[in-house]
């Protein structure tokens, strides 16, 4: 069964820098594409990132030029460094993976529905 574990969550100032990470299966990490999402307090949840298989970084307007999404397969991880951090940025934050077939460009990378596993999230808290 694959699995997805995510950590390096925590409480941060304002301006502060957290990196999180997500733990996959080589085979998983290999054919499906990656995500992260998050979701803020009593909303829904939003794409933050994505590696979508076709070559490209996607990144939600709100983190653009401060998060950096990227994957080592060596050590069957997925990363996000979140630079930069807003008291907005607070929010549970989870990895996923999309399964590769059927998958074409790149702009279906924030629709949570294309996602098949998901992680168990981590918790980011920016304080002001």
């Known amino acids: 069964q694959e699995q997805l574990v995510e950590s390096g969550g925590g409480s941060v100032q304002s301006g502060g820098s957290l990196r999180l990470s997500c733990a996959g299966s080589?085979?998983?990490?290999?054919?499906?594409?990656l995500g992260w999402f998050r979701q803020p307090p009593g909303k829904e949840r939003e794409g933050v990132a994505g590696?979508?298989?076709?070559?490209?970084?996607r990144y939600a307007d709100a983190v653009k030029g401060r998060f950096i999404i990227s994957q080592d397969n060596a050590k069957g991880t997925l990363y996000l460094q979140m630079n930069g951090l807003k008291p907005e940025d607070t929010a549970m934050y989870y990895c996923?993976?999309?399964?590769?077939?059927?998958?074409?460009?790149?702009?279906?990378?924030?629709?949570?529905?294309?996602?098949?596993?998901w992680g168990q999230g981590t918790q980011v808290t920016v304080s002001s």
């Open positions: 590696l979508p298989c076709d070559g490209s970084r």
């Open positions: 080589l085979f998983l990490l290999k054919k499906y594409c």
């Open positions: 996923a993976a999309a399964p590769l077939q059927g998958k074409t460009g790149g702009t279906w990378w924030s629709s949570d529905y294309e996602y098949t596993y």
